[in-house]
């Protein structure tokens, strides 16, 4: 009865559960102003994956000043309609219309405790 108990364990520890993609060049997301970067890379190796990706480049204010940022949005799992937006503080499960890029900037901000309006929004 043991051993049944073990292997069902093994079996359950080397069942892994679904998680979002990773950045393909991690490196990179480690880097200083390296958001439009990382945001092609991760969007490229999503497409060839068959995932529907983009890249949104968005400005806002921060400290009176505009700033801009780059993310990676992108459907997940394939042929499901759920938008995940990618930077370096990982992927997180927005909800937006996809053809609303500046909808997409202000969720992946507002998820992100970031609440600045947005400037401007455009996909690369």
Do not use: F
Not at 52 to 66: D, E, L, N, W
């Amino acid at each position: 009865m043991m051993k049944v108990l073990l292997l069902i364990l093994a079996l359950l520890g080397s069942t892994g559960c679904a998680v979002t993609p990773q950045s393909p060049e991690p490196w990179m997301a480690r880097e200083r102003n390296a958001c439009l970067p990382t945001a092609i890379a991760m969007s490229q190796g999503l497409k060839r994956q068959g995932i529907t990706a983009k890249v949104v480049r968005y400005s806002y204010q921060r400290q009176g000043r505009p700033v801009g940022h780059a993310i990676t949005a992108y459907l997940y799992p394939p042929g499901k309609n759920q938008l995940y937006t990618y930077d370096y503080e990982g992927s997180w499960r927005t909800r937006a219309y996809w053809g609303d890029d500046a909808g997409i900037a202000r969720a992946a901000e507002s998820l992100r405790g970031r609440n600045a309006p947005i400037l401007s929004s455009e996909e690369l």
